[in-house]
Nanobody
């Protein structure tokens, strides 16, 4: 079992930065690929970024490539999403997820409750 808890969301202005954190409980965190998804009002949950269990392989949605960075600390059992140059279209609830495949949300077995990110002037 893996339990996930996100934090770090908030209200920021366009162009600013935020760092989201997702802390896991359970013994299998260090062997699990982790991902971030987001869901904007009226839209489906969408892939944002993914990181392999070792942290050596990362992938990003085209819409965030070059602006967002995913990383992890297996000792702290935490995965991070650093978001720079935020845009209004980044406004969404952000979820971390564990033990899935690629960008397909339906393959992920464990989810956090989400943290709201609002980008507005």
């Amino acid at each position: 079992q893996v339990q996930l808890a996100e934090s770090g969301g908030g209200l920021v202005q366009p162009g600013e930065s935020l760092r989201l954190s997702c802390t896991a409980s359970g013994r299998t965190f260090s062997s699990s690929a982790m991902a971030w998804f987001r869901q904007a009002p009226g839209k489906e949950r969408a892939f944002v970024a993914r990181i392999s269990w070792s942290g050596g392989i990362t992938s990003y949605a085209d819409s965030v490539k070059g602006r967002f960075t995913i990383s992890r600390d297996n000792v702290q059992k935490t995965v991070y999403l650093k978001m720079d140059s935020l845009k209004s279209e980044d406004t969404a609830v952000y979820y971390c997820a564990a033990r899935g495949v690629g960008w397909d949300a339906s393959t992920y077995n464990y989810w956090g409750q989400g943290t709201q990110v609002t980008v507005s002037s």
